[in-house]
């Protein structure tokens, strides 16, 4: 195997990647080699070209759906002088270029004729007020600019960290608007760690059990309580996990949480057809993992047990404490 696919801050084909644009908007895509990426008035880019790169860093695209990597400006590189801003008033006619001019040079960048750093370096010439600036309000100026014609982007690793901030600032109400630093707190308190078995209601769509595989990425196992006949945890398809951390995870609607299973006895009729056949060994593994869940659930035992529902906690941890073993976590 190669270093690049053991290397998990290198971006692997089929990887979710969160792509966060100058305009600190974001959005979420999962990485095909044979499509490209738009990124709206950003510019797009071709997925196989993000492919082996590291996340974390900056990439400016290219015409021609092309990415090489980008250094911002920041005030580091800002020195010291004696200008000040006292002489300069807020004037739109210090830019020389005119509003048609401006738009002009817009259309010509989202073609890929004009790069983002002549559009800058066009707007800073023009400007009779930009010399007068001291150094560190030039940096903020191109800064500012940046963010608005800059066709660059950082790709970020869909971890528990960056996606918990990613649907806090974006959509809330999907993690039941629970931040990082909240989620945190729930894996500390409940003294998650490898080969433990966690018990765990998770009505934000699987924020905490994603969390809670994360934590146990060298063992154990979750068993996760939920409505409906199937589980909606949304968030976990995000995260770039390995077969064996998803096959950790286990689930049990609350409707069969008193259920007695029997034994699968359906049989084929003679010249079934294979759509019958198909039917027959999805039941069976639908019976097999609903027998697993309860065997688990009643083994009891769990090492803890964690509580985020939309029901009263009262009636939840009632149904769900006599599962949990001696002096364990309850979250």
Same mark, same amino acid.
């Given at each position: 195997?190669?270093?690049?696919?053991?290397?998990?801050?290198?971006?692997?084909?089929?990887?979710?990647?969160?792509?966060?644009?100058?305009?600190?908007?974001?959005?979420?895509?999962?990485?095909?080699?044979?499509?490209?990426?738009?990124?709206?008035?950003?510019?797009?880019?071709?997925?196989?070209?993000?492919?082996?790169?590291?996340?974390?860093?900056?990439?400016?695209?290219?015409?021609?759906?092309?990415?090489?990597?980008?250094?911002?400006?920041?005030?580091?590189?800002?020195?010291?002088?004696?200008?000040?801003?006292?002489?300069?008033?807020?004037?739109?006619?210090?830019?020389?270029?005119?509003?048609?001019?401006?738009?002009?040079?817009?259309?010509?960048?989202?073609?890929?004729?004009?790069?983002?750093?002549?559009?800058?370096?066009?707007?800073?010439?023009?400007?009779?007020?930009?010399?007068?600036?001291?150094?560190?309000?030039?940096?903020?100026?191109?800064?500012?600019?940046?963010?608005?014609?800059?066709?660059?982007?950082?790709? %970020?690793?869909? /971890?528990?960290?960056?996606?918990?901030?990613?649907?806090? @600032?974006?959509?809330?109400?999907?993690?039941? $608007?629970? !931040?990082?630093?909240?989620?945190?707190?729930?894996?500390?308190?409940?003294?998650?760690?490898?080969?433990?078995?966690?018990?765990?209601?998770?009505?934000?769509?699987?924020?905490?059990?994603?969390?809670?595989?994360?934590?146990?990425?060298?063992?154990?196992?979750?068993?996760?309580?939920?409505?409906?006949?199937?589980?909606?945890?949304?968030?976990?398809?995000?995260?770039?996990?390995?077969?064996?951390?998803?096959?950790?995870?286990?689930?049990?609607?609350?409707?069969?949480?008193?259920?007695?299973?029997?034994?699968?006895?359906?049989?084929?009729?003679?010249?079934?057809?294979?759509?019958?056949?198909?039917?027959?060994?999805?039941?069976?593994?639908?019976?097999?993992?609903?027998?697993?869940?309860?065997?688990?659930?009643?083994?009891?035992?769990?090492?803890? %047990?964690?509580? /985020?529902?939309?029901?009263?906690?009262?009636?939840?941890? @009632?149904?769900?404490?006599?599962?949990?073993? $001696?002096? !364990?976590?309850?979250?």
């Amino acid at each position: 195997m190669i270093a690049s696919q053991l290397d998990p801050m290198v971006i692997k084909s089929g990887d979710n990647v969160i792509i966060r644009m100058p305009s600190t908007n974001a959005k979420i895509v999962t990485l095909n080699p044979a499509k490209s990426v738009s990124l709206g008035k950003f510019g797009s880019f071709n997925a196989s070209e993000l492919i082996g790169k590291t996340f974390g860093h900056t990439y400016e695209i290219e015409k021609g759906g092309s990415i090489v990597p980008h250094t911002i400006a920041g005030f580091d590189s800002a020195d010291i002088t004696e200008a000040n801003n006292k002489e300069i008033v807020d004037n739109p006619k210090s830019q020389k270029l005119t509003f048609q001019e401006i738009e002009q040079l817009k259309t010509m960048s989202l073609s890929g004729d004009v790069s983002a750093q002549e559009i800058i370096a066009s707007l800073t010439e023009n400007n009779e007020s930009f010399d007068k600036k001291t150094e560190f309000s030039k940096s903020k100026y191109i800064l500012r600019k940046q963010r608005k014609f800059m066709k660059s982007f950082v790709p %970020l690793e869909t /971890s528990v960290y960056n996606l918990c901030n990613y649907f806090f @600032e974006f959509n809330p109400g999907k993690i039941r $608007g629970i !931040r990082a630093d909240t989620l945190s707190q729930v894996l500390s308190l409940a003294n998650v760690y490898s080969n433990a078995r966690i018990l765990a209601v998770d009505d934000g769509q699987g924020i905490i059990i994603g969390a809670l595989l994360s934590r146990m990425a060298a063992g154990g196992q979750v068993l996760g309580i939920h409505d409906g006949d199937v589980s909606n945890y949304d968030v976990i398809r995000y995260m770039n996990f390995t077969t064996d951390t998803r096959d950790r995870l286990q689930t049990l609607p609350w409707s069969k949480l008193y259920h007695n299973v029997e034994p699968f006895t359906e049989q084929l009729a003679e010249g079934a057809s294979e759509d019958d056949r198909f039917g027959r060994e999805r039941r069976l593994r639908g019976h097999s993992r609903l027998s697993d869940s309860l065997d688990n659930l009643r083994r009891g035992e769990f090492d803890a %047990l964690v509580i /985020s529902t939309n029901y009263n906690s009262k009636s939840v941890i @009632e149904r769900l404490v006599p599962y949990l073993g $001696g002096s !364990r976590m309850l979250v």
